[in-house]
């Protein structure tokens, strides 16, 4: 997001969708994911954006495949406010950006926090 009222017109036009499942943001240029997904979100594809981290994604306790390749992700610390998804993540895409060029070991990484995920 540019501004904090694009974040607040997605947010807006989000509010009441509790039951939506799936979700795609790609290729919107976002910095950092919107604040206010659905909780019950599984599927988040935010593929070809700038993200920096995964902050605000920290709610999606029941997500179980998040696209994130292509993005401006560069350390495992990005990924740590993932946290509760752990147990529920079964895939998590991550080519396409800096951490898979610049840290050797990445993957083994990403699998130490996300023991059930196919990192692709």
């Known amino acids: 997001f540019d501004d904090d009222d694009d974040e607040k017109r997605l947010s807006g036009a989000l509010a009441g969708l509790e039951n939506l ?3 795609d ?3 919107n240029e976002l ?3 919107p604040r206010h997904l659905p909780r019950r979100l599984r ?3 935010l593929h070809h954006n700038r993200l920096r981290s995964a902050t605000f994604l920290e709610h999606l306790g029941s997500m179980e ?3 994130v390749s292509h993005n401006n992700l560069r ?3 990005a990924f740590h406010p993932l946290v509760l998804a752990r147990p529920t993540l079964l895939e998590l895409r991550v080519l ?5 060029a610049g840290m050797p070991a990445w993957r083994a990484s990403l699998r130490s926090l996300f ?4 990192l692709l």
Do not use: E, H
């Open 115 to 118: 023991p059930k995920a196919a």
């Open 65 to 67: 495949s998040l696209d």
């Open 31 to 33: 910095r950092r994911a």
């Open 96 to 100: 396409g950006n800096p951490i898979c």
């Open 75 to 77: 350390s495992v610390t």
């Open 25 to 27: 943001l790609s290729f």
């Open 21 to 23: 499942r799936t979700l």
């Open 43 to 45: 599927d988040l594809l």
